[in-house]
Nanobody
């Protein structure tokens, strides 16, 4: 029903920036909470950031102050602005749509690779 397409990943040097985008089709975007997760090799998938339908945000401690999640309801798109990137940020980043901040998952994107070189 709901389809997600991530983009914006790539290779960046430590200290650099990237902006990830997740375009959502299907459903009613403005009603959903959105999230960004990441999974590094050999590690569990972890929550990076959440944004509610009303724009309330939550961040993992590891990215607080460096990453910003935002949404554009006119474009049905959620963004993750990543600044001051560190090698430990290297992971596949996944977009997630859910019924609410702590509600059930509705869909996942296929992921976009972010590689931060040192």
């Amino acid at each position: 029903q709901v389809q997600l397409a991530e983009s914006g990943g790539g290779l960046v040097e430590a200290g650099g920036s990237l902006r990830l985008s997740c375009a959502v089709s299907g459903g009613i975007f403005m009603l959903y909470a959105m999230g960004w997760y990441r999974q590094a090799p050999g590690k569990q998938r972890e929550l990076v950031a959440l944004i509610s339908s009303g724009g309330i945000t939550k961040y993992a401690d590891s990215v607080q102050g460096r990453f910003t999640i935002s949404r554009d309801n006119n474009k049905n798109t959620v963004y993750l602005q990543m600044n001051s990137l560190k090698p430990e940020d290297t992971a596949v980043y996944y977009c997630n749509v859910r019924r609410s901040m702590y509600g059930v998952d509705i869909g996942w994107g296929q992921g976009t690779q972010v590689t931060v070189s040192s």
